[in-house]
């Protein structure tokens, strides 16, 4: 699979990418099998391909890097429990220590053996250091146990107080770094961290008790021979060599087939929300997804298969390499017995020296090993919180008006980051100067993507406008303390959040800050109308909204609409944003919310409203036309319906709609289908999808999509009715 992915075309052009890639170098996924693009599967899910990992890795590096690797791991053992992590240091300390004393008392038991004499006086000779062995193996099991309980508490720690971070990083950057598809990238990555902090803690005890070990052995073996210390290393070099390379390999793949990963985990979620499954049934999405599921699996596990291969292969070679080098160890050992400069019993201790040596090596490497893979995941982390610190919203700033009678926008002009690349991106809003005086009702109107929502973004502060102010009152909003801002405004989004949590707290989430009164909490809801909807639920306030718990409701797309309007008069913001607040409610609903809405500019809120029901801006007190991102148009809605332009045209298209006749439906011969064009209203464009062919038949006069079906003006939608 990994060899089809390196063949496939990632340009569609049909060329080999490459005939043979060389089987170390991580294949990247390819386009389709990344994304699916066309091939088989056909269609282009839109996920755009990893661009690269940011490695920095070989031998040296790692080596160069295991003193600050040691200090991280120390340094998040600090922050978590300062008591655990002085234990756990000294603890291993003090067990590598007693090994190398211990090894010392061996030596000198070995010594006192093989030397001169009687038996009965060797024998004597050697008890106290015999005792001397007992003592500190019986320090290093106390050790070891102290250590055990202290790892024990740290590891925990370490990592809540790392996820503590990681979330918080989440929560505290701009909106735009959140939507940024590179820091989500990071975000996705860097949540291996906590877990990789928490084991690094057990990985970094180890090695510092192996590394002192070691350091023993090697002074012995100095002391014993000049030769034998490069001997014990050359017998250890190739696994340190094969398990850094395989990890290295391992953590490449991670960062080349991270966002691969990341797409199939999409595919699995949404095949499993409830939010999809009615599609998924209906359109029978779910084969489609599945399909794409599985070819990505696929790809993913001939990733791992070719991972597997390369460490077996260098696992094989590290086996041979280290066979050859034990052989030349124990060769020079029995040449220097023989040439007779080494006495027996150095020998012995040699030997001893050697296996305590190899073995204290073989665990450092391992252990280093180990410690340098988790501490590529806590360096993802880390970048996460420096690359969050620097987009993080900023703290503190001017003071805002208390009591500012306008908000005015200078020649803002706002393009979303991180669109397609080699298209040139246009601004979401052009050079928009327009002013929302305040304690009124102010509308934004427009056609999709004109900009409405963009700008009432920017207006509560979550972009930055590239170019351009906005100022309250002359204060300029860049310069002042974001939460103040945001304290002022209370938003219903177009796609607000549907907590899964009771009624009660969806509300209350509009300012968790207050304290939760059922008075609050009330007025909020009858300023929303939700009472009686509230009152049907089966546990009222407290019915929990989340389908998929135990005694979860769910509630229709106009009931959330309402709860959402109770969340915003919860809050009780200075300004109000509604954006499209009545689009699922039906037609008594929607007279009563926008009533509501008049009610509440009578006590001095300030409301911007952001709908398509033309009828329902009749009672604002200015509006502002956006068209394709610039205003065109702003007036009281009887100038601009006096004026004649955009809103006047908009307007008489929605009132048409409830006076022009309904035309006769034309009747067509059973079979008798056209092509889609001749059904269409001039300038109805169909989208992409529905010309593919599906390859199921339509049946003869089958419904026609919606769009193409509404010519202008011409029927009436109950929907629309407002
Ligand atoms: N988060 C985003 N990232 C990138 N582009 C965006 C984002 N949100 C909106 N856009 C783009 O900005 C433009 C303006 O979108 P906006 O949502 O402000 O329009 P709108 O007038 O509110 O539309 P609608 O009436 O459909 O709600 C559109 O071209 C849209 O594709």
Not at 380 to 393: F, N, S, V
Not at 582 to 590: F, N, P, S
Not at 619 to 639: C, F, I, M, N, Q
Not at 675 to 704: N, S
Request: one cysteine or more; proline letters at 5%; a neutral charge.
């Amino acid at each position: 699979m990994a060899g089809k992915g390196q063949d496939a075309d990632r340009s569609g052009t049909g060329a080999p990418r490459r005939k043979r890639a060389r089987r170390d170098r991580t294949p990247e996924p390819s386009d389709s099998e990344v994304l699916l693009f066309g091939g088989p599967l056909r269609y282009d899910m839109g996920w755009s391909q990893h661009q690269g990992a940011f490695l920095e890795l070989n031998f040296r590096a790692m080596l160069r890097r295991l003193p600050s690797m040691l200090a991280v791991c120390f340094r998040l053992a600090w922050q978590a429990d300062r008591r655990a992590a002085r234990t756990v240091l000294a603890a291993e300390i003090g067990q590598g220590l007693a090994q190398a004393v211990s090894l010392l008392a061996v030596n000198a038991v070995l010594a006192r053996l093989i030397a001169d004499g009687p038996i009965e006086d060797r024998l004597r000779d050697a008890v106290p250091a015999l005792v001397a062995v007992a003592v500190v193996m019986t320090l290093a099991a106390l050790l070891r146990a102290a250590s055990t309980y202290a790892t024990g508490r740290l590891e925990p720690r370490v990592e809540r107080v790392a996820t503590e971070r990681y979330l918080e990083c989440a929560a505290a950057v701009e909106l735009a770094a959140i939507e940024d598809h590179t820091f989500h990238k990071l975000l996705d990555t860097a949540k291996w961290g906590a877990q990789s902090a928490r084991r690094m803690i057990t990985y970094s005890a180890r090695v510092v008790n192996a590394l002192i070990s070691l350091v023993a052995a090697a002074g012995v073996l100095t002391v014993l021979h000049p030769a034998l210390l490069p001997l014990l290393i050359t017998m250890t070099l190739p696994s340190a060599w094969s398990a850094l390379t395989i990890a290295r390999r391992r953590y490449t793949s991670f960062h080349a087939w991270v966002q691969h990963s990341r797409a199939g985990q999409l595919i699995a979620r949404l095949l499993t929300q409830p939010e999809s499954a009615p599609e998924i049934r209906v359109h029978g999405v779910g084969p489609f997804l599945l399909r794409h599921f599985r070819a990505m699996s696929e790809t993913a596990e001939a990733e791992q298969a070719r991972l597997a291969d390369l460490a077996a292969r260098t696992g094989l070679i590290a086996a041979a390499w280290t066979g050859l080098a034990t052989v030349a160890t124990y060769a020079t050992l029995g040449g220097l017995l023989l040439a007779g400069t080494m006495a027996l019993s150095v020998a012995a201790t040699a030997v001893l020296a050697i296996r305590t040596g190899s073995a204290s090596l073989n665990t450092l490497v391992l252990e280093v090993n180990s410690l340098h893979e988790e501490a590529l995941f806590v360096g993802d982390m880390q970048r996460l919180y420096a690359e969050a610190d620097e987009r993080a919203i900023p703290v503190g700033g001017d003071p805002l008006p208390a009591e500012p009678d306008e908000i005015r926008l200078e020649n803002v002009t706002f393009t979303y980051p991180g669109n397609s690349p080699g298209k040139a991106a246009r601004p979401a809003l052009s050079d928009v100067t327009l002013s929302v005086p305040l304690g009124r009702i102010v509308a934004l109107v427009g056609e999709n993507g004109s900009g409405k929502t963009t700008l009432v973004k920017l207006l509560a502060g979550l972009y930055r406008p590239d170019s351009g102010r906005i100022l309250w009152d002359g204060v300029d909003a860049a310069d002042v303390d974001r939460r103040e801002l945001a304290e002022r405004i209370a938003m219903v989004a177009q796609d607000f959040k549907r907590w899964p949590f009771t009624a009660r707290v969806n509300v209350a989430v509009g300012r968790p800050s207050a304290p939760l009164t059922d008075e609050r909490i009330a007025a909020a809801v009858a300023e929303a109308g939700a009472q009686d909807m509230l009152a049907d639920l089966p546990n009222g306030l407290d019915t929990l909204l989340a389908r998929e718990f135990s005694g979860g409701h769910q509630l229709s797309g106009g009931q959330w609409q309402r709860l959402g309007i109770a969340r915003a008069a919860y809050r009780r913001g200075q300004i109000l944003i509604v954006d499209e607040p009545t689009a699922a409610l039906d037609a008594r609903a929607e007279l009563e919310v926008f009533e509501r809405i008049r009610a509440l500019a009578g006590t001095g809120q300030t409301v911007i409203l952001i709908t398509h029901r033309l009828a329902s801006v009749r009672h604002a007190d200015l509006v502002h036309v956006l068209d394709r991102g610039r205003l065109v148009e702003s007036g009281t809605p009887e100038e601009l319906l006096a004026k004649g332009g955009v809103y006047a045209e908009l307007y008489a298209l929605q009132a048409e709609q409830f006076t022009a006749k309904v035309p006769a439906r034309p009747r067509e011969p059973a079979g008798a289908r056209g092509p889609a064009e001749a059904k269409k209203p001039t300038g109805a464009k169909e989208p992409a999808e529905l010309k593919e062919p599906t390859g199921a038949k339509e049946p003869a006069g089958a419904e026609e999509p919606a769009e193409s079906k509404e010519p202008t003006g011409a029927k009436v939608s109950a929907g629309e009715a407002g």
